[in-house]
């Protein structure tokens, strides 16, 4: 790069001294000729810029033979510099130069740069727009005619995030970056070095942890997909028998989610029927019999039934599932599944379908609409959460951890607990379908979880749920009974029947009830 500098540097050098030698030399060839007009410097220039530039006023010109020869450049000059300024205008109107340009007067905005142009990018842009109508929205590729443009503004620019960020100058709040494609940030070229920009990153990835410290964050589609599943079609109180046909990467995102966050009340009586092949998901999660029946009904905890055979021979439970979750990877398998179901079994529940496409008469879930969203892959609300419960935690415990400072065991136990919310807003609006958590549901709940924990027998009911979604978290990671917490045996004395834990320890639930009034402060 220095050198083409130093080139560029030498030309333009070079070219000024023939310039200033031409004048030069026509001054001395036209001083001293009869009818000259050129005596200085200052008149040679005023005749080489009217020349150069094509205007030609005439009150200037050369009039000795050399002059003439000097005259003549300029005009070869003239035409060369004329289409060298027309080359440059169409380059700077067609290449980089002038988006970029146009990125300048927008430096305090906030931009947001996709790594490709897709359907997922395009569905997020459109989100972060109907948010933020200034935003700046730039497409890390150049425009081309297979690509329809879209109905918003927006900048096609073929330059790398680094480029992009020092062009921003510090300006306003920081890029976010998004490589929406699985992985991408470990094999695109443009996500080279992005950990170092000072930029927000955030990546699909297919497999791994969340990663919520530094500036990259990783995002699982699949996981997106589950989550925005049971928050718009949470279980309610009749629906105890659940099938999930498919155990792909969607499938195991459902049942994590299910796991995870239905548990809306204390009697823990649901039963999912997983149909695919759960071999080595179940040698992962090899602890999940302390927290639930696996293969048998289990009274008093969820059961999981994990069934070899196809979901075409088990028309029993097919028929007597309240609620029939399909969630094969193969979109088109899924439709074909359902055609099967209501031509030919006797399917008295619901029947809830994974598709990109949309159709009437139909119950599906995971459209781009619904993954592809600002609270989704940005998921600023849930981290925040994540982090009150952290600072609440804090609070009462001395030489606890910040939240940067924790591993990532810990932190992903504190987005669980932010995760579970909803569920948390519903039980205490009895059951009132919520579908973000703003002001006026987390204080409509928060009082009324001050009016239940007067009540002894509705504070305990409210710890035995927190408590089942704590164990469920730790069980699900691998982690067992023991008499102190270690977080490399992955052992905790929490692991157990709530009947068994101390007071104290019931009352450490109280902190995940406690942050829907930290969140209410938040927002208000």
């Not at 379908?353 to 619904?370: C, I, N, Q, W």
């Amino acid at each position: 790069m220095k050198k083409n500098n130093i080139r560029y540097l030498t030309i333009v050098f070079l070219t000024l001294m023939t310039y200033f030698v031409l004048l030069v030399i026509l001054v001395a060839a036209e001083r001293n000729y009869p009818g000259s007009r050129i005596h200085t410097l200052g008149d040679a220039l005023w005749y080489s810029l009217v020349t150069l530039s094509t205007v030609g006023y005439g009150d200037v010109t050369p009039v000795s033979p050399l002059g003439y020869v000097i005259g003549t450049l300029f005009l070869i000059m003239s035409m060369g510099l004329l289409l060298a300024l027309i080359g440059s205008v169409m380059s700077f109107l067609t290449s980089e130069g002038f988006p970029m340009f146009r990125l300048c007067l927008r430096r305090r905005r906030d931009w947001y740069y996709f790594a490709d142009f897709s359907a997922e990018s395009d569905t997020l842009a459109r989100d972060i727009l109907r948010k933020d109508e200034d935003a700046v929205i730039i497409y890390g590729i150049r425009k081309d005619d297979e690509i329809e443009h879209p109905d918003y503004q927006c900048f096609f620019i073929n330059v790398s995030p680094a480029r992009l960020v020092a062009h921003k100058k510090g300006r306003g709040n920081r890029c976010k970056l998004f490589f929406l494609k699985e992985n991408e940030i470990g094999f695109s070229l443009k996500a080279v070095d992005v950990h170092a920009l000072d930029a927000d990153v955030y990546a699909a990835t297919a497999s791994g942890q969340e990663k919520m410290s530094g500036n990259i964050h990783f995002f699982h589609t699949y996981d997106c997909c589950a989550r925005s599943y049971w928050r718009e079609h949470p279980l309610d109180s009749k629906e105890d028998n659940i099938a999930i046909i498919g155990f792909g990467n969607f499938g195991q995102a459902i049942l994590e989610r299910a796991i995870l966050t239905n548990i809306n009340d204390s009697d823990f009586d649901v039963t999912y029927h997983v149909f695919g092949d759960a071999k080595r998901f179940l040698e992962i999660h090899d602890h999940l019999h302390l927290a639930f029946g696996i293969n048998e009904k289990d009274e008093g905890r969820d059961s999981l039934f994990f069934h070899e055979e196809s979901w075409a021979a088990a028309r029993d439970i097919m028929d007597s599932a309240n609620r029939i979750i399909i969630c094969e990877d193969d979109g088109q398998e899924c439709w074909d599944i359902m055609w099967q179901l209501k031509r030919y079994y006797n399917c008295g529940g619901r029947i809830d379908l994974r598709s990109s496409r949309v159709a009437p008469g139909v119950s599906y879930f995971g459209t781009d609409e619904e993954i592809y969203t600002v609270n989704q892959i940005i998921r600023t609300r849930l981290n925040d959460a994540a982090r009150i419960m952290n600072d609440l935690y804090r609070k009462s415990v001395e030489d606890s951890l910040d939240w940067e400072e924790l591993p990532d065991q810990l932190r992903q136990s504190k987005i669980a607990v932010a995760d579970h919310l909803f569920m948390k807003v519903r039980i205490l609006l009895n059951g009132k379908r919520v579908s973000s958590i703003d002001l006026e549901n987390c204080q409509e709940a928060y009082d009324a979880y001050r009016r239940l924990r007067l009540d002894p027998l509705w504070l305990d009911i409210l710890r035995r749920i927190e408590h089942a979604r704590w164990v469920r978290f730790y069980v699900y990671n691998n982690w067992t009974y023991g008499e102190k917490r270690s977080d490399d045996r992955r052992e905790s004395p929490m692991i157990q029947d709530y009947d068994s834990l101390s007071d104290a320890q019931k009352e450490y639930h109280d902190r995940a009830w406690e942050l829907i009034g930290e969140i209410a402060k938040l927002l208000r």
